[in-house]
């Protein structure tokens, strides 16, 4: 098993940038794939962005493709995600998540709030 | 891939049985999850490859379908049940897919 949790979240102004962590509570986090997902309040749930364990391969949904960069340091046992040329569209929760490998998300953390607004 | 719910809400009695329907835009075999919400909280994995209960979960939550067609059935529902239940299809992961959520009212 393994403990998500996210930081980093705040307001920023549109067109700002700010860059999310995710910690883990476990040594084996080189272990574990994490995936950004992100929730509008009161709204439905969007997959953002994959890493993979060592952090070579990395996948972006078409909506923040160019603008956000998801990165690792498994020594310091932290994802990250940098987020530029943010618009209003980007407020919402974001959540760091995990799994065994099945593909479904055993583990999620308990999500930071990002907002957008001038 | 495209997942759609339904109802958009549902309103069961406690002890009733509660079906919610996950219908898929192609064929994503049994790649297939379920996850409740309750407010203020993240999602909690409850099912998994359609119908595998996660650990943990009880046992009146029970998942089914495969292809495009799912449901989820809540067989005596208990007022801790009340929530968001959302579908995902990991067919194309990691470019994963969520359905827009059923709310089960008690």
């Known amino acids: 098993q393994v403990q998500l949790v996210e930081s980093g979240g705040g307001l920023v102004k549109p067109g700002g940038s700010l860059r999310l962590s995710c910690g883990a509570s476990?040594?084996?986090?080189?272990?574990?794939?994490i995936s950004w997902i992100r929730q509008v309040p009161g709204k439905g749930l969007e997959w953002l962005a994959f890493i993979t364990t060592d952090g070579a391969t990395t996948h972006y949904s078409d909506s923040v493709k160019g603008r956000f960069t998801v990165s690792r340091d498994n020594a310091r046992n932290t994802v990250f995600l940098q987020m530029d040329s943010l618009t209003v569209g980007d407020t919402a929760i974001y959540y760091c998540t995990s799994g065994e490998g099945d593909g479904s998300i055993d583990y999620w953390g308990r999500g930071t709030l990002v907002t957008v607004s001038s | 891939i495209v997942m759609t719910q339904s109802p958009v809400t549902l309103s069961v009695s406690p002890g009733e049985r509660a079906s919610l329907s996950c219908r898929a835009s192609q064929r994503v075999d049994t790649n297939l999850a379920w996850y409740q919400q309750k407010p203020g909280q993240a999602p909690r994995l409850l099912i998994y490859?359609?119908?595998t209960r996660a650990p943990g979960i009880p046992g009146r939550f029970s998942g089914s379908g495969s292809g495009t067609d799912f449901t989820l059935t809540i067989s005596s529902l208990q007022a801790e049940d009340a929530g968001i239940y959302y579908c995902?299809?990991?067919?194309?992961?990691?470019?994963?897919?969520f359905g827009q959520g059923t709310k089960v009212e008690i």
């Open positions: 490859a359609a119908s």
């Open positions: 995902h299809q990991y067919k194309d992961w990691p470019r994963e897919t």
């Open positions: 476990r040594s084996r986090f080189g272990d574990y794939y």
